[in-house]
């Protein structure tokens, strides 16, 4: 079965870190970039950080830029986001999800986990 | 950044309407838009890619157009499940952006 499975939310105080982790499996985890995107409570979604498939290529909102920080364990199908300096406003679900390239161009987002909550708060 | 404008944002309709959403882009796209559904409580769920591609799965009432920076999701004969938030999202650019959702709700 293809799925993307997340945890590592919980809650926290603004000013610290937590670390979000996605397992893969069903599916060839290290020939797909894998995206971050999160949803704050009752809005939209929000892209935050892509992983290529070639590990070196990494690309971040600038709402998270020099904050977060995206890696990759391909022995472990394991994709983890690391967020530092947490904020109120980072408040959301946060969804890992596998990009598929079109043949044309572009990508589409074809396999979304369930999401794992991630609550800053004093 | 390019920028998606969705509308509207939500609407009211009933079971058996056509329902049209549209989406703009803030500069051209070509066809690299997609759009996706999404249920209270789950994550989204791709419906059709490059502007108007069905995703294997998806029933064929929904259909998408456009190219550009102009583009439309259509639901023909809408039924009970298809009362969701639907999401357009252009993948041109690696920093991908989404419009800011369309909301159908039951008249």
């Known amino acids: 079965q293809v799925q993307l499975v997340e945890s590592g939310g919980g809650v926290v105080q603004p000013g610290r870190s937590l670390r979000l982790s996605c397992v893969a499996s069903?599916?060839?985890?290290?020939?797909?970039?894998i995206h971050w995107v999160r949803q704050a409570p009752g809005k939209g979604l929000e892209w935050v950080a892509l992983?290529?498939?070639?590990?070196?290529?990494?690309y971040y909102a600038d709402s998270v830029k020099g904050r977060f920080t995206v890696s990759r364990d391909k022995s472990k199908n394991t994709l983890s986001l690391q967020m530092n300096s947490l904020r109120a406003e980072d408040t959301a679900v946060y969804y890992c999800?596998?990009?598929?390239?079109?043949?044309?161009?572009?990508?589409?987002?074809?396999?979304w986990g369930q999401g794992t909550v991630v609550t800053v708060t004093s | 950044d390019i920028q998606m404008t969705q509308s509207p944002s939500s609407l009211s309709a009933s079971v058996g309407d056509r329902v049209t959403i549209t989406c703009r882009a803030s500069?051209?796209?070509?066809?690299?838009l997609n759009w996706y559904q999404q249920k209270p409580g789950k994550a989204p769920n791709l419906l059709i890619y490059?502007?108007?591609t069905l995703q294997s799965g998806v029933p064929s009432r929904f259909s998408g157009s456009g190219s550009g920076t102009d583009f439309t999701l259509t639901i023909s004969n809408l039924q009970p499940e298809d009362f969701a938030t639907y999401y357009c999202?252009?993948?041109?650019?690696?920093?991908?952006?989404f419009g800011g959702g369309t909301k159908i709700e039951i008249k």
């Open positions: 490059a502007a108007s």
């Open positions: 999800v596998r990009a598929s390239r079109l043949k044309f161009g572009g990508d589409a987002f074809d396999i």
């Open positions: 999202q252009q993948s041109y650019t690696t920093r991908v952006t």
């Open positions: 500069e051209t796209i070509s066809v690299y």
């Open positions: 992983m290529w498939h070639d590990d070196v290529s990494q």
């Open positions: 069903g599916f060839s985890f290290n020939t797909y970039a």
